[in-house]
């Protein structure tokens, strides 16, 4: 069974900044990509950021420059890091990791987190 625990999501007034967490836990082999998506009311879930097992890292137009993803394999955890925060970044932050079980398993299965609520106020 493989859980991801998302923490770190909140209330925020416009210029300030967040920082999420997403720890793995449970039976892991081994994680590819890891992201971070975000859903807000009445919108399709978005990319907003991804980083593979490499550390090369992907952002959406809209938060380059502001948002930062990273991670930690030793504790398999991804975070995100959020500065100049505005409030069309109010929505709920979910993230995805890429995970494959076992050795013996060589397929990676995506898996979700249960989604943070970050409220950027103006």
């Known amino acids: 069974q493989v859980q991801l625990v998302e923490s770190g999501g909140g209330l925020v007034q416009a210029g300030g900044s967040l920082r999420l967490s997403c720890a793995a836990s449970g039976t892991i082999f081994s994680i590819d990509n890891m992201g971070w998506y975000r859903q807000a009311q009445g919108k399709q879930r978005e990319l907003v950021a991804g980083?593979?097992?490499?550390?090369?890292?992907t952002y959406a137009d809209s938060v380059k420059g502001r948002f930062t993803i990273s991670r930690d394999n030793a504790k398999k955890t991804v975070y995100l890091q959020m500065n100049s925060l505005k409030p069309e970044d109010t929505a709920v932050y979910y993230c995805?990791?890429?995970?494959?079980?076992?050795?013996?398993?060589?397929?990676?299965?995506?898996?979700w987190g249960q989604g943070t609520q970050v409220t950027v106020s103006s």
């Open positions: 980083i593979n097992s490499g550390g090369s890292t």
């Open positions: 995805n990791a890429e995970i494959r079980g076992s050795y013996f398993s060589g397929n990676y299965f995506p898996y």
